[in-house]
């Protein structure tokens, strides 16, 4: 039935006027969300949705490391605390340190990428499992170290974290309080959900330019085979450091504008499951597809949220008592959700075309 | 100086736990060429139904000895990690065997996932306390003290080890599993039931998966539902080190491996003058492991190379 569905959404892609009128729409939606949200399910919701765009960041991030080009990260979110430590660092009264955001924002994917780089570095020539062993053990290296950087000279602030970072500041427009613009109200969270929709915006236009470009290309290539890619001329080595090091960027920006929204950070939101989350968001989207990748990471990071209100009450009505509390039910779905899609959707649930012909003819 | 023979000694005892949970590690990735992200899981699992066998017996007021209780605990263990380790390959790698090396790795952390979240809902988040089955006497050696527990634990690898070895070089069993591991397909043409083979590989590592997890959480008195990755992962970096693939290289590498944590947490803080303590004991599993990887792939004993392209 997908499948019917998305032939039908290609004939209609054909269709110019159908294109833009679509285009429209979507804009459209886009814009009036958070309004629409907030007097339908409550302020929570706009929250929930401008974290779930810091998720689609995320997940657009990994996916040029993993859908494009093949390198299974296991420690991709060791980007996204580099960038929120970094950003957090200085911006906020811990170092006394209140730089404005056009510094930090470059600043957050610079440092995120020279880590991209120490990373990719020593583990370039490893593959599949290695990697995703290697990349695992860096993230843990780094939460690790800002769990205990804190002692004999205070760095990070060991586990409790830095708080009362700098919210967003653009030019004279606090982010912090609730603006009047144009003769609409816009609280605070409605104004983080404009900023990260259009970062999100700009990443997705970023990517698909990058899918179909010399480098994109030569990712798939390495993807698919690393050594006929090589034969081809391919530098093998750089365009996977490449691979690393954008990934790494758009992880460092996400976590910069995390440390600013959230106005706290800990070690502790940093940890492998996070990690484990954004693949699920990418696997589950449809590895390599920007579109498929943005719905992955959407499904999954709002159903939890659907569940914590849902679950319990459900379960109350069911048995008389909770159960499953929605934590422990989030990560089972997760775990599930993980193997049933490899086992019957391998490609994902929206797939890339290319890949999905390839599945298609090996059956 | 006895400090130093402590840690060894400390290491020798975590190593020999590491070296069993390897020997899993390497038999399947000798055999399958990837790696089982759930072994740790199974390791975990086995520790908890051993615990809960062990509380069942001693609670029954039987006043059963000790070391046949933990004894059956073991059996126990064993069983459930043997019959775990044979579905977790049904489900998670036979049907994905000619799928992209992706897809097995994911539905493995998939499946870790799923354990660790069905073990938290059946034993509940909080540590769990290991009953004291075997006296915890201890004795001096050269002023390193060494308890009864410990003895156990290096007598017992040490054991199995053993047993591992002579069934791989002088069985039938054995001879199959390295032709297969040799190669597959050329085996299965000599007639090897390859699929059987290869459960019987897993059922062999889930069940010294189940014996390390007994130890260890004997060891500590503590077990816990998450205590299975942080070990796998230890475990697999023992494996890389002396050579995946390579049976003793895994035995090799998770005493090195226990020795180098040990030894590196003890002294750590008056090498770099207190600026790193041995809360970064963790650290140094990974550190060994891109450093393995990055100069020696192949590892101490191994003939194969780490990368496959």
């Known amino acids: 039935?997908?499948?019917?569905?998305?032939?039908?959404?290609?004939?209609l892609r054909d269709n110019r006027h159908a294109v833009w009128v679509g285009y429209a729409l979507v804009a459209f939606v886009l814009a009036i969300l958070p309004f629409v949200v907030d007097s339908g399910l409550g302020r929570t919701w706009v929250r929930i949705l401008d974290f779930a765009l810091l998720y689609v960041l995320l997940a657009l991030g990994l996916n040029i490391v993993v859908g494009f080009a093949g390198l299974l990260d296991l420690g991709y979110i060791a980007f996204y605390a580099v960038g929120a430590y970094t950003w957090a660092l200085l911006a906020s009264?811990?170092?006394?340190?209140?730089?404005?955001?056009?510094?930090?924002i470059p600043l957050c994917a610079l440092v995120a990428a020279i880590f991209g780089v120490l990373l990719g570095t020593p583990t370039l020539r490893l593959r599949g499992?290695?990697?995703?062993?290697?990349?695992l053990g860096f993230g843990e290296i780094i939460r690790i170290f800002l769990n205990n950087l804190n002692a004999p000279v205070n760095i990070t602030n060991g586990p409790q974290g830095i708080n009362r970072i700098d919210p967003m500041q653009l030019g004279d427009l606090s982010f912090a309080r609730t603006q009047t613009l144009f003769g609409l109200e816009l609280p605070s969270v409605h104004l983080y959900y404009y900023l990260f929709l259009a970062l999100v915006l700009l990443s997705i236009f970023i990517c698909i330019r990058l899918q179909d470009s010399r480098l994109g290309r030569a990712w798939v290539a390495i993807r698919e085979d690393e050594v006929a890619a090589q034969a081809m001329g391919i530098n093998t080595r750089n365009v996977k450091l490449l691979a690393f090091a954008m990934g790494a960027t758009f992880g460092g920006v996400a976590g910069g504008l995390f440390?600013?929204?959230?106005?706290?950070?800990?070690?502790?939101?940093?940890?492998?499951?996070?990690?484990?989350?954004?693949?699920?968001?990418?696997?589950?989207?449809?590895?390599?597809?920007?579109a498929g990748v943005v719905l992955g990471a959407i499904l999954l990071a709002t159903l939890p949220e659907v569940l914590r209100h849902t679950a319990s009450p459900i379960q109350q009505q069911l048995f008389g008592k909770v159960i499953l509390d929605p934590e422990s039910l989030r990560m089972l779905l997760f775990g599930l959700a993980l193997i049933l899609v490899m086992l019957l959707r391998p490609a994902g649930l929206w797939p890339e075309t290319t890949r999905r012909r390839e599945l298609v003819s090996r059956e | 100086m006895d400090i130093f023979l402590q840690q060894i000694l400390n290491g020798l005892v975590l190593g020999s736990v590491y070296a069993l949970v390897a020997l899993g590690y390497t038999m399947v990735y000798g055999i399958l060429g990837l790696i089982n992200f759930a072994h740790g899981e199974v390791v975990m699992i086995g520790a908890m139904v051993a615990l809960t066998v062990m509380n069942a017996l001693v609670s029954t007021g039987l006043g059963l000895p000790g070391p046949l209780v933990l004894m059956l605990a073991l059996l126990a263990a064993m069983l459930v990690c043997m019959a775990l380790g044979f579905s977790v390959e049904r489900v998670a790698y036979r049907p994905l065997r000619k799928a992209p090396r992706l897809a097995p790795l994911i539905t493995a952390i998939g499946l870790s996932i799923l354990l660790q979240n069905i073990a938290m809902l059946i034993w509940g988040r909080q540590y769990q306390t290991v009953p004291r089955l075997i006296s915890h006497e201890s004795h001096t050696i050269f002023g390193a003290t060494i308890t009864d527990l410990q003895i156990l634990i290096l007598i017992t690898s040490t054991v199995i080890m053993c047993g591992l070895l002579a069934l791989v070089h002088y069985t039938r069993l054995g001879r199959a599993m390295r032709a297969t591991?040799?190669?597959?397909?050329?085996?299965?043409?000599?007639?090897?039931?390859?699929?059987?083979?290869?459960?019987?590989?897993?059922v062999i590592g889930s069940a010294m998966a189940a014996v390390a997890g007994v130890l260890v959480s004997a060891n500590y008195s503590i077990a816990h539902y998450s205590m299975g990755f942080m070990l796998g992962l230890k475990a697999f970096t023992a494996a890389v080190l002396g050579g995946i693939g390579n049976l003793g290289g895994a035995m090799l590498g998770g005493l090195l491996l226990g020795l180098i944590e040990s030894i590196g947490a003890g002294y750590i803080g008056d090498v770099t003058g207190g600026f790193l303590g041995s809360h970064y004991q963790d650290v140094f599993a990974f550190v060994v492991l891109i450093l393995v990887l990055v100069f020696r792939p192949t590892g101490l004993l191994g003939e194969r190379v780490a990368e496959r392209a």
Request: charged share 10%; with cysteine.
């Open chain 1, 1 to 11: 039935m997908i499948y019917a569905l998305l032939e039908r959404y290609h004939r």
């Open chain 1, 93 to 104: 009264p811990h170092f006394d340190l209140h730089l404005p955001f056009w510094v930090l």
């Open chain 1, 129 to 135: 499992d290695y990697l995703a062993i290697v990349t």
């Open chain 1, 259 to 290: 440390a600013s929204f959230q106005g706290f950070v800990s070690p502790e939101s940093f940890g492998l499951l996070e990690s484990i989350m954004v693949l699920c968001m990418v696997v589950l989207g449809g590895m390599g597809h920007v």
């Open chain 2, 181 to 202: 591991s040799e190669n597959p397909t050329v085996a299965g043409l000599m007639g090897v039931n390859i699929n059987r083979i290869i459960s019987a590989t897993f």
